[in-house]
């Protein structure tokens, strides 16, 4: 399919892309998904440099085949290979020699990394962005998860046809610890983009960002789509055609899992997220979630396993998405 060019750009949050370029990247995927013999060594000769500060199944292993299947040649960081922590190496020299090196950098950098520092891997990530010369991909930062978002809208786009005007439901679940809010953070925004009713659903004192909730309703505003808050599972479900489950933590004890223990214990069963509670929902109601799941205390096993859920479909596209944005970003016009 014809592309239009673009120059140099990296892609750290699915908000600092134009609609327009979002859904050309969308539009590429499913070619890449129908035709992938068209894309066969496509960027034969490139290579990719893959930072993981974080463990990872699917953002890894999605990108390495990908990379492959195009004809790259991925080459996997750990974080012994790093430059953080070390005084001696700045972010600025790594990012300005290794993009001598390399055609793209991915880069996954959770809390932990940063010290629970909010918006901090956001930060050094945008940094690096600022002195490479090749394009920097988010794998996970402390704030987005965008090619998370990007594999979400494209498997809802896929599963209902059309996004705008459906209603889908960001439900929090219990889990036993604190986690990061980049995934609820990027599919909040991601779905206000595409013209969706956005229900988000959590107990008191799990709200997200302030910030990105104003972006998400400036969102909302601009694609016709809408969003409300709710503290009740039942409220939050009924009419949902899509329920996007994803745990995480609350930002007034960021960093604290032992004084946000208590503010999560409450909520142990209630949201632990059921099968009964889809009979809220639309009878042809998908379940979502991006995978690792903690099996009966996240969602139950009735639900994951059940006719509602879509998670390995969704898991897949995580290789058409991360091979199209290669391509897209690196593939010469």
């Not at 539009?27 to 890449?32: A, E, F, I």
């Not at 002195?131 to 090619?147: A, M």
């Not at 896929?158 to 809010?181: D, R």
């Not at 205390?297 to 091979?323: F, M």
Request: aromatic share 12%.
């Amino acid at each position: 399919m014809a592309l239009k060019k673009v120059k140099k750009k990296d892609f750290i949050s699915t908000q600092d892309w134009d609609k327009e370029e979002l859904d050309e990247l969308l539009k590429l995927t499913k070619d890449v998904k129908l035709n992938p013999k068209k894309y066969r060594n496509s960027l034969d000769g490139k290579s990719i440099c893959m930072f993981f500060y974080n463990p990872s199944t699917r953002t890894r292993n999605s990108t390495q085949v990908a990379a492959y299947q195009l004809g790259m040649q991925p080459i996997f960081n750990s974080i012994k290979d790093s430059w953080i922590g070390y005084k001696s190496e700045s972010v600025k020299d790594t990012a300005i020699v290794l993009s001598r090196y390399y055609d793209a950098i991915g880069i996954r950098l959770f809390p932990n990394s940063v010290n629970w520092k909010y918006k901090e891997g956001n930060r050094i990530l945008r940094e690096f962005a600022k002195w490479s010369d090749t394009p920097i991909i988010n794998f996970e930062d402390d704030q987005f998860h965008p090619l998370q978002a990007l594999t979400d809208i494209f498997t809802i786009q896929e599963k209902k046809k059309e996004t705008k005007g459906k209603k889908v439901v960001i439900s929090w679940a219990y889990h036993p610890k604190p986690l990061p809010l980049s995934v609820p953070n990027s599919i909040l925004l991601i779905t206000t983009r595409y013209g969706m009713n956005v229900t988000l659903a959590h107990p008191k004192n799990f709200e997200l960002d302030d910030e990105i909730i104003n972006f998400a309703k400036g969102n909302a505003e601009k694609s016709g789509g809408s969003l409300t808050m709710s503290n009740d599972i039942k409220e939050a479900y009924n009419g949902a055609d899509v329920v996007y489950v994803k745990s995480w933590g609350s930002r007034k004890h960021y960093g604290n899992a032992k004084d946000e223990k208590p503010l999560r214990v409450p909520y142990r069963d209630e949201w632990c997220i059921k099968e009964k509670y889809f009979n809220f929902a639309n009878s042809d109601s998908v379940f979502m979630h991006c995978l690792p799941i903690r099996r009966n205390i996240v969602a139950e096993d009735a639900l994951i396993d059940g006719k509602h859920s879509i998670v390995y479909d969704q898991a897949e596209n995580r290789l058409y998405t991360a091979k199209a944005l290669l391509y897209y970003l690196l593939k010469e016009k």
